[in-house]
Structures are given as C-alpha cells and as structure tokens.
C-alpha cells in the first residue's frame, strides 16, 4: 500500500509582511495594550488567566475535599465515637484511633466511645474521602475548603485530636448542619428507662 | 449409626442428639443464638424454627394479607419447631430452608432487632455478632419499625470483669447457663418480660467467678463485653493463630488473637477441644496474654541490681560463654523449667549432656488453686514436657540447687524460664555467683539472681509444645513476630551451646523433641484442633 500525499500550497505572503518591521510593530502593539490594559486599567476590563499565589487564591467548589476536620459536639467535644469506621475505610492507612471510654461521673459518659488519640497523616492521605463516606456520625468531614499548607517538616502534617477540632468548616462553623438530639437535651430519648 | 434427612442430605445422628444438633457435628448451621453445643437446650429464641416435613402435620391458622383483596384473609400455615429441642429420630424429613422457614427465620430475626439500638459502630461485637451475620443471610430488609426503641439500662457493670447493654440483648440465656451449668454459681438470672426482659446479677453478689469470661464468650451477641478487651481492638483487624495456655497444667486450646498491623496480642478466645477444655478457658488463663506484653526481658542483661547493664542479646550471650567457661564442664547446673516449652528444655537437656553434667534440676511455679472445672492445681502448663525432654522424672528442685551450691558440689547455673517458687532471698548463693545464667522471656526471680540474662521470645512469639497433666502433647503457634534481636528460646540455647563447643546440631524444632510418641501426639492435637 502507497502512502497518499496531498501537497499544500504555501499562503502567499504580501510586501509588507515580507519587510518583517512593521509585523514585528503590529505585534508589540498589541503586546503592550494588554499590558498597560491589565496592569493600569479598570479591574473589569482585565483579561488575565493567572492569579498572584499565594496571595491569591482561586474559591474552590463546594465539594471540594480539602484538610480533614472534626466536627464538635454544641458543648465543644468532639462529635467522633471512635468507632474507627473512617480507619477501616481508609485505604491508605492514615488514620490513627485510640478509643477511650468517659468516666462515669463525667456529664458525657452517656456517650461511652470517644476519641483519646486521634491522628491523620495529611502526607499518607490521598483525599479519596472514603473516611467521610464511612462516618455514621458525620463527624469528619474534608469541607474546609483549604488544601494542606506546605511545609518542611514531616511533623507538621501529623494532624492531631486538637488540630482537627479547631479546624471550622468553609462555612466558618464548627458545628455540623446535621445535628441530633444529644445525651442531656430535653428531646433526647434518653440512655435508660430511668431517663426518659 | 441411624440418621435423618435435613433439607435433602443424609445427617447421622446418635441417640439422644437434637435436630440442632446432629446438624452441628455434620459441619451443617441451622440458624441459632440460644443454643450452644456446651450448654443446656432453651429454645427461647426461635431462629432455629425448621419445618418437620414427615410425620402428622399441625396445621395453624393464620391472617395472610391478600395483595388482589387488599384485605387480610384466613389461612394456615405448617406448625414448626424449635431444631435444637426436638429429638432426631429414623424417617424424620425435616427442612430448614422451605419458603415457610425462610419466611419464619426472617421475622424472629426482625423481632429481635426490633429494640436493637443498633449502635454496631461502637459496639465491640460488631464483626463477630451473629445479628449481623443472621440480618445479612436471612432478613437483609430495612428496619420497619418508626416508633422509639424501648430504652433499658446500658454499660452496666456487672462485675470487675465484665459490662452488660441490656440494649443489646436479646435475653438468650446463655450467660445464665454458663454461671448455672459450667461454674454452679447461680449468680445471673433474668428478669422481666417481652422486650422488657434483662439479665441481671443477684442482689448482694457481683459476677466474680472464675469463669466470668466466659459469659462473654458465649453471648452472640454484644449485651455482654469483656472490661479488658472494651474499645480496645476492632476485631475485624484481628488474625488469631492457635495457641496452648501457659497458665496450668490443663492445657486449654485457644485462639491467640494478635492485631498485625501492631504485632501485639490483643486477646484469648477457647478453642474447642472436646478432649481437654470443651468449649471453655478460666478468667486467669483468659488474661494470660498480659505476660506477652508486661514485664519483659527485650535486652541482655550483665551484672545485678544497681550495676545491672543493659546489652545486645548476642553480647548477652558472649558473656555468658566467657563466665561458664571459667568452670569446669561438670560442675555446671542446669535448671530445666515447668514453665518453658518441651524444645526449650530439650535444647537444655542436650547441652547438659554434652557438657557431661548430671546436674539437672526442675524450676516450677507453686501451686495455684485448682477446681473441678477445669483448673489444674499445677499452675505450670509443661511440668510433663520438662520431665519428658530431662528423659526422667525431675526431683531436684531449685532448693536441691541452692544446697548443692552452698556444698560447693556445683560452681556454675544455667537456667531457661524465670518462674520459680522460692523467694529472691532463698536464692542468695545463685545471686552471689559468678556465672548464673538465664534464658528468660519475663522477669522473674530466677532472672533477678542471674548475673547474665538472655532474651529469648516468649510463647506468643514462637512455636513449641506443652505435655499437659494427661500426658497430652500439645503444639502451640507462632502469632507475632519476636521482638527485635531477640530469638527463639532453643535457638539461643544452640547458640550458647555452639559458643561452648557443644553444639546441638539442630537446625528445627522437630529435630529436638526427645520422644518421638510426643511429636506425633502434637501433629495429632494440630489435627484435631
């Protein structure tokens, strides 16, 4: 089999653009009148693609999966049981969960579960989500709407129990959307038959 | 032997066996909480409902809804009965899978959750729990119920041992019959009706018998959780690997559960063998694990009390050939141990025999109290394997040595195993010697008169066999991986004695066993297990 050949004709060229300065001109011109356009000119007639990282940054969109927090419970625990769900899910092996169990003279102790240590390796996650899939308790979530600020220091991206805790959510809350009735709230339907 | 016929299969049963049963030892699983092989027939919780096809049939009457009516008409359905009461017989037809018993199956299961919290997250249950294993076979429909749950007490503390959701259960009775049948301690009962119903301790008592874990065992359910094991591990990240219990000389199967991402035991289940420990392991050998973990030797230690110097465990073991060296071959003593695995004595024996010594003593334990459950009074798992790999029966005891030593008859120790019964101070002429040296997994008082101690792995950490007081060899499992730079305990024994121009020339454990009877009776007790 012959390979077909189809040959092109060359665009001819006029005078001026053979001269080669008055293309070059043309070219600078508009070069700069994007320039002085965008640099000088008012905010809405500027056509510029980049942004000026890190002092700006671009809005991400709503469901974007950014650093991992712990939402709180109204009294400011933490929403988690421990119940390690999210480390089961995760597969990178990221989350690290030690169990722990409120004494009985604490008001929370109707929660029994709750998280002594908990710890995610920001460096090991690979943002899939699936720890926030996994919670029954809505109690991590990815919404803060930041990625993980850089750093030179491994330690720095070990996030602990607090960290997680004060992180608040794109919305500025700390709190979940989802709430429910807790131990102690009068619409609570109580932890034993005593306590109606 | 005579047999009936379950859902189209032959089952062999023997006279007297249940349904249930019969099913059980052909390896066939008909539904079941309330049942279990160990224990007395309750048939309180009717999931193992099966349809007796042969025979008379009773027909009850029913109300079906009529999907074309819209309306519920009447109509009858087969009567069916509890598979773990009703007695196997010749020409018995029975099914456990027909639409009727499907139908039966899903709907006690669904009863059963119906005031469940089903709080399976924080539930210590969840993984092993046979309302989900029996929702996920034979409901697998959303809850219907729209109403609260009825609320009963929860994480209520039933005794030092053990914690009870009375949420979480569905009033089998098991627990009670484990305390009833197994223990004779009447100390759990249940009280109230319906789905008011709870178990409870009796007044004036705590659940504090020797067997509390076992109530825990046998709950199905996640009512009952061990104070131990609570919150601890998830257990869908655990592997188990078989293992013997080092507590006494009964030598109770059981399954080492360890988490393999942590490399540490996280607890003990019973392993079922009808021949030494049925279905069944005491609290103290429950707990035995913790000496995995507490109180151990990880380095090679040289010198005692305050000039004691930690050092690598093959340093360990060169000064132990530098100071056994300065004595004369015979005038060295070996201490075998009850305590230590047959092939941890065996290499001792060996090197003994090489070394041309006779003296050869027994460390053992004391005593410990017995019962006739299941409890030896011999609180050493390997009183047998020491005399079996020693070739008699050992009579001198550490006392014997302590004298021999101040006789100036021996002039150098050398001891697998730290347990022993004496007192530390009992043990003055061993912490005055020169060349003393221990193999030891723990501390203990052995150990602590010892001018060198050696590392070696302990139980959990190796493979090995105990001759239990029937005389029954028993092969135990490695379930994790010794600490770093410690080895085997036969292992450095062969080394040292290699180090000593006495080499074993054993390259695996099998090679050690003395008796060959022993290795086949432990290939034997793997098989069965």
Not at chain 1, 84 to 102: D, K, M, R, V, W
Not at chain 2, 290 to 318: F, P
Not at chain 2, 448 to 477: F, H, K, L, M
Request: include cysteine.
């Amino acid at each position: 089999m012959t390979i077909g050949v189809k040959v092109l004709k060359k665009p001819p060229r006029t005078l001026a653009e053979q001269a080669y300065l008055p293309e070059t001109v043309k070219g600078l011109r508009l070069t700069m009148s994007r320039f002085f356009k965008n640099t000088f000119g008012p905010d809405s007639e500027k056509e510029i693609a980049t942004v000026k990282y890190p002092e700006e940054t671009r809005v991400y969109p709503e469901r974007f999966r950014g650093v991992h927090r712990l939402t709180q419970r109204a009294d400011g625990s933490p929403r988690c049981v421990a119940c390690l769900c999210c480390s089961t899910a995760c597969p990178a092996q990221c989350i690290h969960i030690e169990p722990g169990e409120y004494a009985a003279d604490d008001p929370r102790a109707g929660y029994e579960r709750y998280p002594k240590v908990f710890v995610i390796d920001e460096l090991r996650c690979i943002s899939c989500g699936y720890c926030v899939e996994a919670c029954p308790c809505d109690a991590i979530r990815m919404d803060t709407g930041v990625h993980m600020p850089a750093s030179t220091h491994r330690d720095h991206f070990l996030y602990d129990k607090e960290t997680l805790l004060s992180l608040p959510g794109a919305d500025g809350s700390l709190l979940t959307a989802n709430t429910r009735p807790e131990p102690g709230d009068a619409d609570h339907p109580g932890i034993d038959r005593d306590h109606h | 032997m005579p047999s009936f016929t379950l859902d189209g299969q032959q089952v062999p049963y023997e006279p007297g066996d249940t349904i249930l049963r019969a099913a059980w030892r052909a390896g066939i699983e008909i539904p079941h909480y309330c049942w279990h092989p160990g224990l007395s027939v309750a048939a309180n919780c009717r999931m193992c409902l099966v349809h007796i096809e042969s025979g008379r049939q009773m027909a009850m009457p029913i109300l079906r809804f009529d999907q074309a009516k819209q309306t519920y008409v009447p109509d009858t359905k087969p009567k069916l009965m509890p598979a773990c009461q009703f007695p196997a017989g010749d020409d018995l037809v029975v099914s456990s899978t027909s639409e009727v018993v499907k139908t039966a199956q899903q709907h006690v299961q669904e009863w059963l959750l119906l005031n469940h919290p089903v709080d399976c997250p924080i539930c210590d249950q969840a993984g092993e729990c046979k309302l989900q294993d029996y929702w996920a076979t034979h409901d697998q429909q959303m809850k219907r119920k729209r109403t609260e749950i009825v609320h009963k007490p929860k994480a209520v503390r039933f005794g030092p041992t053990i914690v009870y959701d009375a949420e979480r259960c569905i009033s089998c009775t098991r627990c009670v019959r484990v305390c009833d049948e197994l223990v004779g301690d009447h100390v759990l009962d249940s009280r109230e009706r319906g789905n008011r119903s709870e178990i409870f301790v009796a007044p004036g008592r705590e659940l504090d018998h020797r067997y509390t874990l076992m109530t825990e065992h046998v709950c199905p359910v996640g009512a009952l959780t061990s104070r131990d094991f609570r919150f601890k591990a998830r257990v869908w990240f655990l592997k188990s690997a078989n293992g013997i219990c080092s507590g006494c000389a009964k030598g109770c199967n059981m399954h080492v559960d360890y988490d393999p991402r942590s490399r540490e035991v996280e607890r003990l289940r019973p392993r079922d063998n009808m021949d030494v420990n049925q279905f069944w392991m005491c609290d103290d050998g429950m707990m035995s694990y913790k000496a995995v973990r507490e109180d151990r030797v990880l380095t090679g230690l040289v010198g005692r009390g305050e000039a004691r110097e930690r050092v690598a465990a093959s340093a360990a073991l060169a000064f132990a050939v530098e100071r056994l060296s300065a004595v004369p071959a015979d005038k060295v003593a070996f201490v075998l141990s009850a305590t230590a695995s047959t092939e941890e004595n065996a290499a001792l024996a060996r090197l003994a025999e090489a070394m041309g010594s006779v003296h050869l003593y027994l460390a053992a334990r004391p005593d410990w109290e017995g019962d006739d459950i299941l409890r030896s009074a011999d609180h050493n798992p390997n009183r047998a394997g020491a005399n079996l790999a020693a070739g008699h029966a050992l009579e001198e005891s550490v006392e014997d040595l302590v004298s021999d030593l101040l006789a100036g008859a021996v002039g150098a120790v050398v001891a697998v195993g730290a347990d022993s019964a004496e007192a530390l101070e009992a043990l003055a002429p061993m912490a005055a010697l020169d060349a003393s040296v221990v193999f030891a997994s723990n501390h203990g008082v052995l150990s602590d008169a010892a001018s060198v101690v050696v590392p070696i792995a302990s139980w959990a950490e190796s493979v090995g066999t105990y001759v239990n007081e029937q005389g029954r060899a028993q092969a135990y499992r490695r379930a994790v991986t010794p600490p770093g730079g410690v080895q085997e305990g036969w292992r450095a024994i062969a080394d040292l004695a290699e180090a000593l121009g006495h080499g074993l020339g054993v390259e695996r454990t099998e090679e050690l066993m003395p008796m060959p009877a022993a290795n086949e009776a432990a290939a034997a007790a793997e098989v069965t297990a």
